[in-house]
DNA sequence: TTCGAGGAATTGTGATCACATTCAGTGGAA
DNA sequence: TTCCACTGAATGTGATCACAATTCCTCGAA
């Protein structure tokens, strides 16, 4: 989900800097971003309140200082905002912002699936298979934050076949960007209007076919957002201030 | 040329937080990164040495701290890296990577100059085309670092216009990646072989030829990357290891 | 001359502290 | 009842310190 050495951290089953893993100590920073990144992705924390960095420090157990960094980096890539008065906060979708994203999603999300295509193998794509049926099932028992993160997993379980160190980056800080939204808007609306579009792309995984591959990527993005799109049109500032009832976060 | 407050810093001539410049105070963060970024852009720090947290703090006149921070956030860009044992490099160029970044950048590049097409006004095309006039000054003295700075400003120029709060950071990070290794072909090959393609774009403008903006952009990113491939052929690893003798500090 | 062991200097990391600014809750006055 | 000034709590920022790990240089042995 993160970056550099957090693909490590997921690896590793043990909590911290045990033996084992390899041998490459985890830092607070990288595990603090991951912590975060994973919140920001299923959307425990949604637009409305504000974060602070102590708050956050107090409960993941450690010092503000990793929490200022990984807030800060995550500032950097527009998944948090950082207002005129340095408060941190979860930026508001605008319908601007969220045209652009579909753009930039559909624009490289298909070019990157494309390039993993050779390196899916048949073990990764029995894996994609299972993700799959995960979400058909969450789908039904109107599991939001379950289906969020397998979807995610099943997108990057494709991408990250490409081993790719420009794209893949770009494509996590878009991700990042339109995972809070998502989940206010799935939050109110529920499941029942979603459909897993995921079988195309398996299809054509399994004859490698690229342009397929491409084609059902973006058709993807396409149906799933339109539903997020058909969400923002009257609720221009239901999510930009805190005049909202809904706590930053979801689960308590 | 960087993100968020760093716009206002650009605008404020006054050197550090005193009174007119908006009321903004600017945080010794946002400038460290600003101060770095234009370092990776005109290339002041190339691949080879590493750099130092310490090192930097100083030479910027600051703690350790701000760096720290703004280091981490060009980590996360990739615009540097953090080693396995957590020194800081500039990572070295790729095949690979150079072809994602091209791709990357012919992507979504023309894509933005399109959106920001409409909102190029009169006084906006003049500035642009006295920046092309100092290109080509450029080129005829051979200044790279001049060359490097003013190529970055046609092309923000144009891409800052749209007000795209998506696309545009993800271009600027994607210039972050490539601008130090930009800087070490052309110091080595000169600028005699380089051609100013920006005529295209400016008529395009002018004309307000949306898709001929594109081409024309597209052509440019393409011609430039062209000459900048050629050079990664057969240095697979000049600029890999600590083994050359070129300086992290270029000026000196 | 070459190689390797040992120690000193340097590096990134995380915590604590001091400070200016901002936000929220309370009080009193109109 | 409404509005505004004031005060205390909370926030982000930057600096300094302590520490473990790493790197680099030096000295000595082969």
Redesign the interface.
Known sequence: MA???ARESDRAETPAGSAGNGG?RVSA?DRVFDEICQWLLTGRIVPGRGVSLRGLAAELGVSPMPV??AI??L????AL??G?TGRIHVPAMSA??FE??V??RV??EP?LAAMALPHIDKPALQALKAIDAGIDRSLETGDVESYMRLNHDFHFGIYGAAR????L??IE??WL?FGPFMRTVYGRMGTSHMVDQHERALDAIAKGDAEGLKSAIAGDILDGMRLLGLAIVGETDTATAGNSNVTAFDKS
């Open positions: 970056r550099q050495a490459r920073r200022r960094e800060h980096r500032a950097a890539e527009q905002e950082i005129p601007a912002r652009e994203i753009k930039v624009l490289l070019e790719s160190e420009v794209l980056p770009l800080s878009i960007q």
